[in-house]
């Protein structure tokens, strides 16, 4: 019973398809049979399907195999073919190549039947063996003419010789034993192919090679390397563009920077033109050469070509030599096709980019080495005249819309740009060096103000300096040439110098920088300008190139250039100036800022110098209307129309626009001074005015005049009475004033501009009526302790203000010249509350004489203020009303301010008129008191009061007064003239 439990069990374990029919009927019922059945059948028809599926997957893998194993056949049956042909070639070229010649055989024949083979073989082979011991002799000949092409054909000859002995030798073993020097001698001539490729390759890198040359330099390279015409092509331009970087090589420095750019241009147009030579190949016939690359190779690959390669005419071992050695010629692997006209322009126009670039970064790398703008124009001139003759710019144009499908320009297109961008830098370098080496001599200048060099003394007393006569005051042409003349002249002499204020120091500035700019000038106008002889610019041949293409850039880059330079100068000036106005406020010992003063007006005087004294900055700014040499006739036509119209004509407005800067920076110096100036006289009189002391009261005191008076009573009576009234200002307003005048004295008031002392009074007044001010408001404060405003000292303050408004009456229209004229009228009045008013009607007619007295006697000690009134102030007034007895010497000035500014003239209302003797008579009396000298009391008597006795003569200011016109005034010096 166990046995059949274990059978059913291993049938159980059998899957259903496995298991015997009559098992699976005794375990399954019908029903699962069934199913069995039809999962089997489901089970096979799925194996057909994969079953067909791999069939058809598979096919096409079985069918590319048995094509490859077809394949394979063909190929091994045609390399069976191929080696049997081979086999037969091999035979037929051993019996090309034997030793015994066709001449010689049929002469040997003919002449020697019956001979010996043996000999006619021995023979053959020592006559091939004699000229492969000749052949490098023959190869270094080539080499040394530097024929190439010759050493190539020999070279290869040599090789064909060797190859069909070493055939002979193994069908003959015993040629080595009997020629042993033939293993020997390939050895000696093998090495000459490396040379002769050397050499081609060293030609191509030559600029100075020629067409053909270069020709049949490169058919040596294509018959010894089997290379085509495209890739000998490739080959040029890469030894032309090895040779342009290595003219820049460190090697190449001993030749100079004009042969290296000249060496440059003379490769790039060499090149193009051999391109064209060469390469290019026309559809149509053309007049310039072409295509001769392929006609050379041609030349030396037809049959003709081996006739003339051995010279052996009347030589015995030539009788011997076989045909193939004696009519060999080199053959091609291929056909030699032309190069493609696209090829050719699109690798030369890649070629001009890298040169291009090449000829950027190395001709730039040696125009650094070129330090002015002259030398670049000669270098500019070679390449010009280069381009002009050299041959190969014939047909230039056609030749580069042939090779380049464009026009080429060598100096605009590689070198314009370069030789551009330096003389920029040369120009800019030039100015900034000039710029920097003016300001260390500024600097230097300043350092010595106050140190009391030598240089710097006629800075700090500019009126010694001015009143200093020097041998150089008056030019030696000052008698032939006019007054403008002289001013514009490179000499003008030290009285013009002097009349500017313009002292050695800023001279020798003005003249450094204009020196400086002149030689910039004059290097930049080497370059703008042509310096080509008569002869060959009236030349028929057309000009490589316009040399003054660029002109107008470079002019505009120095008017631009020399404009930054000017405001960097400016800039300077202005740090100065700030550092100078800050030190004035902080620092308040007097020596310390006078010296400061001096280095301010030291830059103001220096920027009117530079615009008037450095013409070349002028012409710098100006541009290229005003650029020209010195002697040329623009040059001259410039400086008359400057000098006759006061250089309002000739300017334009970048020049009007860079003197406007410097004038703006001198009036900025002026201002400083005046500010300083201002406030250092008005604490003067601001701390005399407010002084608390009475003492200080009687050191301003100055002396009243004490005059007598009769006063009728009600009854009838007379009564006599001396009053005291003020005849002078104070001494803090006449020290204020003498301050001014000997200030602006100092600093050359004749130099300086009307506006800038209009700004100097202006302020001084304006601050001195404050100060006035003050003291009234001040009197008016119960708590004040300031002096006490008394009818004295009210009468002294009135004199005072009206005595300043005499000096300076600012009779101007501007809104600040009548505020003036309204704060003075207001002092007055208020000063005139705290007087009697009786004794203010009394007192006022002698205030008003003594005032008018007053002006006329310090109007010329007080000259650089009273000399700003246009209008004639003292000679406008009306004559004084006193009596008869009352008639003094004292003078009005001139009402003719511009001739004579401080000229006496007479106070008589009436002319009379003067005889000629009596003239003449005062005249001989006055030069004969001329030999003695005048004592004191003779010199004051002019100006002190005189008796009636002496009023009754004619003084020489009357006789003067008495002219009735300026005519008369100067016939009577004329005579002066004759008489000496």
Not at 661 to 675: F, G, T
Not at 899 to 921: G, V
Request: proline residues 4%; hydrophobic residues 35%.
């Amino acid at each position: 019973m166990s046995t059949t439990v274990q059978v059913d069990r291993r049938h159980t374990a059998l899957p259903v398809h496995e298991m015997d029919t009559n098992i699976l009927f005794e375990k399954f019922t019908v029903e699962e049979i069934r199913e069995i059945e039809k999962k089997t059948r489901a089970d096979i028809e799925r194996k057909k399907e994969d079953l067909r599926i791999m069939v058809g997957e598979r096919y096409r893998d079985l069918i590319e195999a048995a094509d490859t194993i077809t394949e394979m056949k063909n190929s091994a049956q045609n390399v069976m073919s191929s080696i049997a042909k081979m086999e037969d070639m091999c035979r037929q070229l051993k019996q090309r190549h034997m030793v015994r010649g066709t001449s010689f055989q049929q002469r040997l024949s003919t002449g020697h039947q019956g001979g010996k083979k043996q000999e006619v073989h021995f023979y053959g082979i020592a006559s091939q063996i004699k000229l492969l011991l000749d052949m490098p002799e023959k190869i270094w000949s080539a080499l040394d003419e530097e024929d190439y092409l010759t050493a190539t054909q020999h070279f290869l000859l040599s090789r064909h010789i060797h190859t069909s002995l070493q055939l002979e030798s193994q069908q003959s073993g015993n040629l080595l034993s009997m020629f042993p020097v033939l293993t020997r001698q390939w050895a000696a001539i093998s090495h000459f192919r490396t040379t002769i490729l050397q050499g081609c390759r060293n030609v191509l890198k030559q600029p100075a090679a020629k067409d053909e040359q270069i020709a049949r330099v490169l058919c040596s390279i294509i018959v010894l390397e089997d290379s085509t015409p495209r890739q000998v092509f490739n080959e040029f331009l890469l030894a032309r563009t090895t040779a342009v970087q290595q003219l820049f090589h460190p090697s190449h420095q001993n030749a100079s920077v004009k042969e290296q750019i000249s060496l440059v241009v003379q490769l790039i147009t060499t090149t193009v033109h051999q391109i064209h030579t060469v390469f290019y190949s026309p559809a149509e016939p053309s007049d310039i050469p072409c295509n001769l690359l392929l006609t050379i190779l041609t030349e030396i690959t037809s049959e003709k070509q081996g006739a003339r390669l051995l010279e052996t005419h009347g030589s015995m071992s030539a009788k011997s030599l076989p045909k193939s050695v004696l009519e060999f010629v080199p053959t091609l692997r291929s056909h030699a096709v032309p190069v493609s006209v696209q090829h050719l322009q699109d690798n030369c126009q890649q070629w001009i980019n890298t040169c291009m670039n090449n000829v950027t970064s190395g001709v730039g790398k040696l125009l650094s080495f070129v330090n002015t703008v002259k030398r670049l124009a000669d270098i500019r001139d070679q390449v010009w005249l280069y381009l002009k003759q050299d041959s190969c710019m014939q047909g230039w144009d056609l030749v580069c819309q042939r090779i380049l499908n464009q026009p080429l320009s060598i100096w605009h297109g590689f070198l314009q740009p370069l030789f551009i961008s330096r003389v920029k830098a040369l120009i800019k370098f030039q100015l900034e060096s000039s710029t920097e080496v003016t300001k260390r001599q500024i600097s230097k200048v300043v350092m010595a103000i106050g140190s009391g060099e030598e240089g710097g003394i006629a800075d700090t007393d500019l009126a010694g300096y001015i009143w200093h006569e020097t041998p150089g005051d008056i030019p030696v042409n000052m008698a032939w040439t006019t007054a403008t003349s002289r001013s514009n002249s490179d000499n003008p002499g030290g009285l013009i110098m002097k009349a500017k204020a313009y002292t050695p120091v800023i001279q020798s500035l003005c003249k450094t920088y204009e020196e400086k700019l002149q030689g910039l000038l004059q290097d930049a106008l080497s370059y703008l300008s042509l310096s080509t002889p008569v002869e060959e610019s009236k030349s028929s041949q057309p000009e490589a190139f316009d040399r003054l293409s660029d002109s107008d850039a470079l002019y505009v880059h120095i008017q631009t250039s020399c404009k930054a330079c000017l405001e960097e100068l400016i800039k300077y000036f202005k740090e100065h100036l700030t550092l100078w106005e800050k030190a004035l406020h902080d620092i308040k010992d007097p020596g310390i800022n006078q010296m400061t003063q001096d280095k301010v007006l030291l830059i103001g005087r220096l920027c009117s110098a530079i615009g008037d004294m450095v013409p070349a900055l002028q012409q710098c700014i100006m541009g290229k209307s005003a650029i020209h040499g010195p002697d040329s006739a623009s040059s001259r036509v410039l400086k008359k129309q400057s000098s006759s119209s006061g250089g309002k004509v000739s300017e334009n407005s970048e020049w009007s626009s860079s003197k406007e800067r410097l004038c703006n920076c001198h009036r900025e110096a002026y201002r400083i001074w005046v500010d300083h100036l201002t406030l250092s006289v008005v604490t003067k009189l601001r701390n005399a005015l407010s002084s608390k002391e009475h003492k200080n009261a009687l050191i301003y005191c100055t002396r009243w005049d004490e005059v007598s008076i009769e006063e009728e009573t009600e009854d009838g009576k007379k009564i006599s009475s001396k009053i005291r009234v003020p005849m002078q200002a104070s001494w803090y307003v006449q020290n204020l004033l003498y301050s001014l005048c000997r200030e602006i004295n100092r600093v050359g008031g004749h130099a300086v501009q009307r506006g800038t002392l209009h700004q100097l009074v202006s302020k001084v007044t304006d601050e001195v009526m404050k100060s006035f001010e003050e003291v009234v408001s001040n009197s008016r404060k119960k708590d004040s302790i300031c002096l006490p405003l008394t009818q004295q000292r009210a009468l002294q303050l009135i004199f005072d203000v009206r005595f300043i408004l005499q000096i300076i009456p600012r009779k101007d229209d501007t809104v600040e010249g009548k505020s003036y004229q309204k704060a003075a009228a207001r002092i007055i009045e208020s000063l005139e509350e705290k007087v009697d008013p009786f004794d203010l009607d009394v007192f006022s007619p002698y205030m008003q004489s003594h005032l008018m007295k007053q002006g006329q006697r310090s109007a010329v000690l007080y000259g650089a203020l009273t000399s700003l009134d246009r209008l004639g102030l003292f000679s406008a007034g009306r004559p004084l009303q006193s009596g008869q007895s009352e008639q003094h010497n004292v003078l009005p000035l001139t009402s003719c301010p511009s001739r004579f500014i401080l000229l006496p003239i007479s106070t008589q209302p009436i002319r009379s008129s003067i005889q000629a003797p009596a003239l003449q008579k005062s005249l001989y009396k006055a030069k004969a008191s001329e030999g003695r000298s005048h004592t004191l009391t003779e010199t004051a008597a002019a100006v002190l009061p005189q008796t009636s006795s002496m009023q009754k003569e004619s003084s020489f200011y009357n006789k003067l007064g008495s002219m009735s016109s300026m005519s008369e005034l100067s016939s009577w010096f004329s005579n002066i003239g004759s008489k000496s």
